[in-house]
């Protein structure tokens, strides 16, 4: 998702329109990767103005990942807009500061790396399969959506008693 800002840095035009569909197998964020499930849809453009070259776009896409409760895979659908500065590496932060400024090398932007970037603070904090998902026993590790399993019977009667009546129980087994 490679944009040349040639045509912009040589002054040809003002504004790049962004408006495409690409078909990206995995995106990586937060040390992980994620298969994607649809292309990324990409809307918007590159501007110049006094400041520099400004990005603003709206990104639309949907990738897998596991719910949090269950771990069964999710589709999770993505839609958000990433507004910043183009900036090299050797940026001055103090005159960006009230923006979001994105590094590249001056020639081209990558949106995917701008993607890469940005996607963790655009997600719900949560990913579930539904929000009345059950979850895995933590006894024995079944599905409880799909199955149900004899943990709680066995818990009730050993471990969620509180230690102090365990000591108590001991006493009349004895009796
Ligand atoms: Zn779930
Ligand atoms: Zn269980």
Same mark, same amino acid.
Not at 21 to 30: E, G, L, P, R
Not at 59 to 72: A, I
């Given at each position: 998702? #490679?944009?040349?800002? /040639?045509?912009? *840095? ?24 994620? $298969? ?19 990005? /603003?776009?709206?990104? !639309?896409?949907?990738?897998? !990942? *596991? ?19 183009? @900036?090299? %590496?050797?940026?001055?932060? /103090? ?7 994105? #590094? +590249? *090398?001056?020639? %081209? @932007? ?8 940005? #996607? ?8 579930? +399969?539904? %929000?009345?998902?059950?979850?895995? +026993? ?19 009667? %050993? ?13 009349? $087994? *004895?009796?």
């Amino acid at each position: 998702m #490679i944009i040349s800002l /040639d045509k912009l *840095n040589r002054r040809e035009t003002d504004k790049i329109d962004l408006n495409f569909s690409q078909k990206i197998d995995t995106i990586n964020y937060c040390d992980s990767t994620y $298969k994607l499930t649809s292309p990324i849809n990409v809307e918007g453009k590159i501007s110049r103005n006094n400041k520099g070259l400004y990005l /603003d776009i709206n990104v !639309d896409f949907t990738f897998l !990942d *596991n719910c949090s409760r269950c771990l069964d895979e999710v589709e999770v659908p993505v839609n958000y807009d990433i507004q910043g500065f183009l @900036v090299k %590496e050797d940026y001055d932060e /103090d005159s960006f500061e009230d923006y979001d400024a994105f #590094i +590249c *090398n001056g020639q %081209e @932007v990558n949106l995917l790396d701008v993607i890469e970037q940005t #996607i963790d603070f655009n997600l719900t904090a949560q990913v579930l +399969c539904d %929000e009345d998902c059950q979850g895995l +026993c933590q006894g024995c590790g079944a599905n409880l959506n799909k199955e149900e399993c004899s943990c709680d019977e066995i818990a009730n009667d %050993e471990e969620i008693i509180d230690p102090r009546f365990a000591k108590l129980k001991d006493l009349f $087994k *004895n009796d």
